[in-house]
């Protein structure tokens, strides 16, 4: 059974675990990330992810998506099929 964790912040930091816990097949298996907290849209997280300026680029699919249809913004990051939930806070 996967261990359920949440990334907070999606900086060049956050990129980086999320990148190798993909890279190395940890995502789905080992750990399960069900969400991601950061201040941007999940668009602009995907595009960071899939076109990193120092790290190159994401190999697998990375899209976004919003969760209901009365959302102004994309909502949840969809990364090789999974769907992770974005949380989108200023001030929590």
């Known amino acids: 059974m996967a261990t359920k964790v949440a990334i ?3 900086g060049r930091i956050g ?3 999320f990148r190798a816990l993909v890279e190395q097949g940890h995502l789905g298996k ?3 990330v069900v969400a991601v907290g950061d201040i941007v849209p999940a668009d602009n997280l995907a595009y960071l992810l899939k076109y990193d ?3 190159g680029r994401f190999n697998g699919t990375v899209s976004s998506k919003k969760s209901s249809p009365d959302k102004l913004e994309d ?3 969809i990364v090789n099929g ?3 939930l974005v949380v989108s ?3 929590p």
């Open 75 to 77: 909502d949840v990051l």
């Open 89 to 91: 806070a200023r001030s």
């Open 82 to 84: 999974k769907e992770i």
């Open 15 to 17: 990129r980086l675990v």
């Open 30 to 32: 080992t750990f399960d």
């Open 53 to 55: 300026s120092s790290q």
């Open 8 to 10: 907070n912040g999606f």
